[in-house]
C-alpha cells in the first residue's frame, strides 16, 4: 500500500509555503548574483574570442588579484580548505547556513576575476542556505523537515540556474538522500521551490535553457544506438583525461605550501590559458554557444586545445583556491568534445554528438543520468525517440568511469574526486 502525502501535518503544510518563498527569495538573489558577476566579468573579459593568443596580457594581472584575494579572504575567513561541491552538498543533504554567505561572496569574486568556475555553487548555497536557516528556526528537530525545506531551496536555485523547474527539481531529486517511501515527500516542495524561481528568472530573462543551441536533430536509425556507446566511451575517455590533469595540478599545487603564494601563481596560470585560448576564461556558458555556433570555422585541432585547455583551467582554478561550480564548465567540456567527433566523424551527426557528449562527460561521475540526458536533450532541441542514444551515452561513460576508478583503487592508487 502507497505511503500517504503528509499533508495532514502542518508541518508539511508550512514546508510547502516556506519552499514558495524561498524560491521566491532565492530567484531574486540569483538574478543579483548572476547579474553582477556577469555584467562585472563582461566589462573586463568582454565577449567570447574565437582565435588562439587573442586574449590581452593584461588579463594574467586580474586573474592572479583575483586569485590574492580569494586566498586572503579565505584565510581572514577561516574558510575550510576543502570546500565541497555543489553534488557533494546535494548527496549529503545539508548546507552550513552560517557560512553560505561568505562562500557565496568568495564565488562571486572567483567569477568576476575569471575563475573557470559556473554559478551553479553559489545558486545551492544561496536556496539552500537559506532554506536551512528557515528550518533552523521552524522546525527544530523535525529532520523530514529540515531536508524537504533544504532540499526545495536548492531546486530552487537549480530551476532558475538552468530557467527549468523540471530540471531543477529533477537533477536534484536524482542526487539527494531521500527514502524510496519518502521520494514524492520531498519532490513536491522541490517543484514549488523551482517552479517559482523559474517564473520570476524568466519573466527578468525572457528565455528557457530549452532549443540553446540551434542544430538540425536527425531522422533516427538503429544506427544512433551504437553512435551512443562509442560517444559513451568517448566521454569516458574525456573525464579520464580530466582526472589525470586534477591529480597532476593537485601534486604540482602542493609543492607550494602558501595559500596566497598559490593563490596568485594559479591565477596567474588561469589568465596565462586564457591569453592563449581565450575560449577558456569564465563558466563557459557563452562560449559553448560559440564553439557550437562556429565549430568548423574554428578547427579540431584547435578545438582539441581549447578542450585540454579548459580542463587544466579548471583544475587550476580549484587548486588556487577559487570557489565555483563545475556543472557549466563541465557541459562546455562535453559540448566541445562533440563538436570535435563531429568534425572528426562527419558521419556522426552533429546533434547527437553534442547532445550525448555534453551529457556523458559529466555524466561519467554523478549519479542523475535522467536530469544529464534531458539537460542535453532539450538544449539540442532533440525529440523523445533520438535522446535514446544521450542515455546510451551517459550510461556507458558512468560504468567505463567508475570502472576505471575502481581499476586504480586496487592498485592502491587514489582517485582525484571530481565533483560536478
Known sequence: MATPLPIDQSWYRQVLL???????????????????????????FGEPRL??????????GVTAAGGFLVAGLRKWWKTTD????????IESGKVDYKVAPSWVALALVSAVAGASLGPSFALVMMGGGLAAWVASRRWVGNEDARLYSTLAGIAGGFGGAFTSPMLGSLV??????????????????????????????????GSTLLNSFAIPAPEFTTWLLVMGVGLGVASSVVMIVFIAIVKIVTVAGAKLSHSLIRGVVGGALVGLLAVALPLTIGSGNNQLSAVIDNAPAIGAGLLLAVLVG???????????????????????????????????????????AVAAMLAAVPGAVIKAPIGLVLIAALSVGLGPVTTAPVAIAVVTSYLLTAGFAALLRAKRQEVPAVDV
Open 51 to 60: 582565435d588562439a593568443w587573442s586574449g590581452e596580457w593584461w588579463w594574467i
Open 18 to 44: 516556506a519552499a514558495a518563498l524561498v524560491g521566491l527569495l532565492v530567484a531574486a538573489l540569483g538574478l543579483v548574483y548572476l547579474g553582477v558577476s556577469g555584467a562585472a566579468f563582461e566589462g573586463i
Open 82 to 89: 576543502k570546500v565541497p561541491g555543489g553534488v557533494a552538498i
Open 310 to 352: 579548459k580542463m587544466l583551467a579548471m583544475a587550476l582554478s580549484l587548486q588556487a583556491g577559487f570557489i565555483g561550480g563545475n556543472v557549466l564548465p563541465m557541459l562546455f567540456v562535453g559540448g566541445t568534445a562533440g563538436a570535435i567527433v563531429h568534425i572528426l566523424v562527419p558521419g556522426i551527426p552533429y546533434a547527437i
Open 172 to 205: 536534484v531529486s536524482e542526487l539527494a538522500p531521500v527514502p524510496k517511501q519518502k521520494y514524492v515527500d520531498a519532490l513536491l516542495p522541490q517543484l514549488i521551490g523551482a517552479v517559482v524561481a523559474f517564473g520570476l528568472f524568466f519573466g527578468v530573462v
